[in-house]
T-cell receptor, first 116, second 111 residues
Framework: DSGVTQTPKHLITATGQRVTLRCSPR?????VYWYQQSLDQGLQFLIQ???????AKGNILERFSAQQFPDLHSELNLSSLELGDSALYFC???????????????FGEGSRLTVL | EDKVVQSPLSLVVHEGDTVTLNCSYE??????LLWYKQEKKAPTFLFML????IEKKSGRLSSILDKKELFSILNITATQTGDSAVYLC???????????FGPGTRLSVLP
């Protein structure tokens, strides 16, 4: 158990809908990262927050948005869903702004989104 | 565009075999290379490599980086069924906060 909690574990919805994925980082971790993992692709970085502020942005679609709240939990909002958005969405956390210093990214179990 | 390539994509071996997983990269502003193991869901950290030629070792797993040829290998000796997983390689850039992950190598170890 990494200490990173993601909800829901599974989510099935229809095209055009909007969903919210939630992540609670490990206690004491200030950075939250969101990744998308599709069936035939590696982990695609979406966005990083550090202590409530956006730190880095990756290949995140305009239909997607995220935020980190004062209690450090984060939410990833996916709207106008398309079939291609079906994937496993991971949240990861690290202590500092640069997990690259130690390589220590702690991943949650992921939220599996299926868009029908 | 920065990219990380892993080979093979899938590998099936028997217990006791030794395997070598490959990771090559084309990344600007390279800082370090990481290996993760992904079993059922969440990837877990294995190694971080920053310098060429220095082997990192943890039990039956070892890894080395070649910054001149832009690749890394992950070796697993005397494989066990518990080694069955997807092994992810990721490169971290000096600038920017994101990790660039490869597609992973799916290793299946048969009893």
């Amino acid at each position: 158990d990494s200490g990173v909690t993601q909800t829901p574990k599974h989510l099935i919805t229809a095209t055009g809908q909007r969903v919210t994925l939630r992540c609670s980082p490990r206690s004491g971790d200030l950075s939250v990262y969101w990744y998308q993992q599709s069936l035939d692709q590696g982990l695609q970085f979406l966005i990083q927050y550090y202590n409530g502020e956006e730190r880095a942005k990756g290949n995140i679609l305009e239909r997607f948005s995220a935020q980190q709240f004062p209690d450090l939990h984060s939410e990833l909002n996916l709207s106008s869903l398309e079939l291609g958005d079906s994937a496993l969405y991971f949240c990861a956390s690290s202590v500092g702004a640069q997990a690259a210093n130690t390589g220590e990214l702690f991943f949650g179990e992921g939220s599996r989104l299926t868009v029908l | 565009e920065d990219k990380v390539v892993q080979s093979p994509l899938s590998l099936v071996v028997h217990e006791g075999d030794t395997v070598t997983l490959n990771c090559s990269y084309e990344v600007t502003n390279f800082r370090s290379l990481l290996w993760y193991k992904q079993e059922k869901k969440a990837p877990t950290f294995l190694f971080m490599l920053t310098s060429s030629g220095i082997e990192k070792k943890s039990g039956r797993l070892s890894s080395i980086l070649d910054k001149k040829e832009l690749f890394s290998i992950l070796n697993i000796t005397a494989t066990q069924t518990g080694d069955s997983a997807v092994y992810l390689c990721a490169v971290v850039r000096t600038y920017g906060q994101n990790f660039v992950f490869g597609p992973g190598t799916r290793l299946s170890v048969l009893p």
